[in-house]
C-alpha cells in the first residue's frame, strides 16, 4: 500500500511539475511580454484613445504662436490610416528665410516639448515644422514603428511642404531617440533632406529593445528580444524585420550624432562611424 501510494505521490507530483513549467512558460513567452509591449510601443493614452476623437480634436497652435511669428496648421495622411497634426513656424515677415528645420520628438513626448526650441529657430530665420509622431499627441496611431514607420511619416510631411511651396533649403532635420532614427533612415530615401542631427538614436532593435527593458524595468529571460518583438509586430500589425548593428545603413547627408560616451562604444555607432 506505502509502495502505491508513493508512486501515486510521484505522479502527481510530476503533473503539478509539468503544469507549473507550462504555467511559467506561458506567462514569460506570452502573457508577460504581450503586456511589455503594450506598455514599450504603445501610446501613453491607448486604453482610452479612440481614433475618431483624436481626428475631431483641433490642432491647437496656441503653445507656439508669439508676437514674433506666425504659426500655420495641417495635417498630414502618411500611410493611409495615419493622420499627423502638424505645424509650421514662420519667422517675421521681413526676414528672409534661412532654411526649413524639422525637429521630430522622442517617442516619449509630444511636439509641445521642442517649442523653445522651434521658437528660437523661428526667431532665428528658419521655418520650422513640429508634428506629433504617430501614436502621440493629436496625431492617429495606436503603436509607434522603430524608426522605419516614422522615416515614411517624415517623407511624407517633406513631401506635403514640398507640394505647397514651403520647403526653403536647405533642409535640415533634428530628432530625438526614434525620431533620430527616423530621421536618419529617411535622408536615406528624401535627396531634400542637406542634414540630420542625431540624438541618441538607437539603429538597431537590439539596442531599442534593450533601452525599453531598462526604461521599464523589466524581466530578463531567454530569448527576451526575440518574444517581445514577436508581441510587438502581433499587437501593431507593422510585421517589420529585425535589424543587427550590422544592418546600420550609412548616413546619407551630412550628419552630426550626439551620443553618450558610453553608447559612442556600441557596435551600432561603430558600425556607422566605420561607413
Same mark, same amino acid.
Given at each position: 500500500?506505502?509502495?502505491?501510494?508513493?508512486?501515486?505521490?510521484?505522479?502527481?507530483?510530476?503533473?503539478?511539475?509539468?503544469?507549473?513549467?507550462?504555467?511559467?512558460?506561458?506567462?514569460?513567452?506570452?502573457?508577460?511580454?504581450?503586456?511589455?509591449?503594450?506598455?514599450?510601443?504603445?501610446?501613453?493614452?491607448?486604453?482610452?484613445?479612440?481614433?475618431?476623437?483624436?481626428?475631431?480634436?483641433?490642432?491647437?497652435? *496656441?503653445? $507656439?504662436?508669439?508676437?514674433?511669428?506666425?504659426?500655420?496648421?495641417?495635417?498630414?495622411?502618411?500611410?493611409?490610416?495615419?493622420?499627423?497634426?502638424?505645424?509650421?513656424?514662420?519667422?517675421?515677415?521681413?526676414?528672409?528665410?534661412?532654411?526649413?528645420?524639422?525637429?521630430?520628438?522622442?517617442?516619449?513626448?509630444?511636439?509641445?516639448?521642442?517649442?523653445?526650441?522651434?521658437? *528660437?529657430?523661428?526667431?532665428?530665420? $528658419?521655418?520650422?515644422?513640429?508634428?506629433?509622431?504617430?501614436?502621440?499627441?493629436?496625431?492617429?496611431?495606436?503603436?509607434?514603428?522603430?524608426?522605419?514607420?516614422?522615416?515614411?511619416?517624415?517623407?511624407?510631411?517633406?513631401?506635403?511642404?514640398?507640394?505647397?511651396?514651403?520647403?526653403?533649403?536647405?533642409?535640415?532635420?533634428?530628432?530625438?531617440?526614434?525620431?533620430?532614427?527616423?530621421?536618419?533612415?529617411?535622408?536615406?530615401?528624401?535627396?531634400?533632406?542637406?542634414?540630420?542631427?542625431?540624438?541618441?538614436?538607437?539603429?538597431?532593435?537590439?539596442?531599442?529593445?534593450?533601452?525599453?527593458?531598462?526604461? $521599464?524595468?523589466?524581466?530578463? $529571460?531567454?530569448?527576451?528580444?526575440?518574444?517581445?518583438?514577436?508581441?510587438?509586430?502581433?499587437? *501593431?500589425?507593422?510585421?517589420?524585420?529585425?535589424?543587427?548593428?550590422?544592418?546600420?545603413?550609412?548616413?546619407?547627408?551630412?550628419?552630426?550624432?550626439?551620443?553618450?560616451?558610453?553608447?559612442?562604444?556600441?557596435?551600432?555607432?561603430?558600425?556607422? *562611424?566605420?561607413?
Amino acid at each position: 500500500y506505502m509502495a502505491r501510494l508513493s508512486r501515486q505521490v510521484k505522479e502527481t507530483i510530476k503533473i503539478v511539475a509539468v503544469v507549473l513549467v507550462i504555467g511559467v512558460l506561458l506567462f514569460f513567452y506570452w502573457i508577460y511580454p504581450l503586456n511589455r509591449a503594450k506598455a514599450m510601443w504603445g501610446r501613453p493614452d491607448l486604453d482610452s484613445y479612440h481614433s475618431d476623437s483624436t481626428l475631431l480634436m483641433m490642432n491647437d497652435p *496656441s503653445a $507656439f504662436i508669439s508676437p514674433s511669428m506666425i504659426v500655420d496648421t495641417f495635417r498630414v495622411e502618411s500611410d493611409g490610416s495615419t493622420s499627423l497634426a502638424c505645424l509650421y513656424l514662420h519667422p517675421l515677415e521681413h526676414v528672409s528665410l534661412r532654411g526649413t528645420v524639422l525637429l521630430v520628438h522622442s517617442e516619449r513626448s509630444e511636439r509641445g516639448s521642442l517649442r523653445a526650441l522651434a521658437r *528660437s529657430l523661428a526667431d532665428s530665420g $528658419f521655418g520650422v515644422v513640429v508634428y506629433d509622431q504617430r501614436a502621440s499627441g493629436l496625431s492617429t496611431g495606436k503603436y509607434h514603428g522603430d524608426g522605419r514607420m516614422e522615416a515614411a511619416d517624415l517623407e511624407a510631411v517633406i513631401g506635403y511642404l514640398g507640394l505647397h511651396n514651403q520647403l526653403t533649403g536647405p533642409v535640415i532635420v533634428a530628432g530625438w531617440k526614434l525620431g533620430a532614427d527616423a530621421a536618419l533612415a529617411a535622408a536615406t530615401e528624401e535627396k531634400r533632406i542637406s542634414a540630420v542631427l542625431a540624438v541618441e538614436p538607437y539603429l538597431s532593435s537590439n539596442r531599442m529593445i534593450d533601452s525599453y527593458r531598462a526604461e $521599464f524595468s523589466g524581466w530578463w $529571460f531567454p530569448l527576451y528580444r526575440t518574444a517581445i518583438w514577436f508581441w510587438y509586430n502581433a499587437r *501593431s500589425s507593422y510585421g517589420l524585420e529585425y535589424l543587427d548593428a550590422d544592418e546600420v545603413p550609412a548616413v546619407a547627408c551630412r550628419t552630426v550624432l550626439m551620443v553618450t560616451e558610453e553608447q559612442r562604444q556600441s557596435s551600432e555607432i561603430l558600425s556607422l *562611424s566605420a561607413k
